[in-house]
């Protein structure tokens, strides 16, 4: 089970979050401040934080970047009522992976939730092997038989999401949502163009093939 990190002074605000994500099937703490963030954090480990910025004591942005100095990577949401573009700019120069605007719409931030929990898992896991075809995302190196080749990050991302879970399908807006990320402007048909790459690439490969499913998505099966 995944376990959250919430760090919001409304304590209303915080029992909502915490409520809808436990609903979810997450394990969730909550906390007044970016100073009881710290104390948590030094007492478990959290796959996510949710974090307000304005907080007494310590707030969001101090919060973020003093994870970061501490070579902390755990995924962080920062969740404000400030919506200038110059907050948003801050909040992300000090690290937080994604933004979210008071009011929050909480089955939004239930999605955003899982796509970044499912993004970081990729980026943790690093290899996937399937057959003999090794993955590797520090060097974005797909090798077969002895032979390597590396791959754009998107191509490689796509690739490496699908192969960790051969068989299983997903929509284009999975795919969209895990490696695009959730607010990009591109549309689902970049994911048609980016698996065509793909299917070029590995058109002789004897360990997997894509599979379209048919106005659903798509699929990594071994050979």
């Known amino acids: 089970m995944f376990r959250i990190l919430i760090a919001e002074d409304d ?7 915490q409520h ?26 959290y796959d996510l934080i949710i974090s307000d910025i304005m907080m007494p004591v310590m707030d ?18 920062m969740i ?27 089955n939004e931030m239930v999605l955003r ?9 990729m980026i943790n896991e690093r290899r996937q092997t399937i057959g003999n075809t090794v993955l590797e995302c520090d060097s974005l190196t797909v090798t077969c038989n002895g032979e ?3 791959l754009p ?10 192969a960790s879970f051969p068989g299983r399908i997903f929509t284009r807006q999975q795919l969209m949502d895990d490696i695009w990320g959730y607010e990009s402007d591109s549309d689902t048909h970049t994911v ?27 699929k990594v099966v071994k050979q």
């Open 60 to 77: 969001g942005y101090e919060l973020v970047s003093s994870l970061r100095q501490a070579g902390i990577n755990t995924p962080v949401m």
């Open 11 to 17: 304590k209303e605000l915080r029992q909502l979050f």
């Open 113 to 121: 939730v899982g796509a970044l929990l499912r993004r970081a898992q």
């Open 80 to 106: 404000t009522a400030k919506d200038a573009f110059d907050d948003m700019r801050l909040g992300f120069l000090s690290g937080t992976d994604d933004y979210m605007v008071k009011p929050v719409n909480v």
């Open 192 to 218: 048609d163009v980016h698996i065509g790459r793909l299917r070029d690439r590995f058109r002789d490969n004897p360990d997997f093939k894509i599979v379209t499913m048919r106005g659903v998505g798509y």
């Open 20 to 45: 809808v994500l436990m609903k979810n099937g997450y394990a969730v703490t909550g906390v007044a401040d970016g100073k009881e963030a710290l104390d948590a954090i030094d007492k478990g480990y």
């Open 148 to 150: 390597s080749m590396v």
């Open 153 to 162: 990050q998107k191509e490689f991302m796509l690739l490496y999401k699908m």
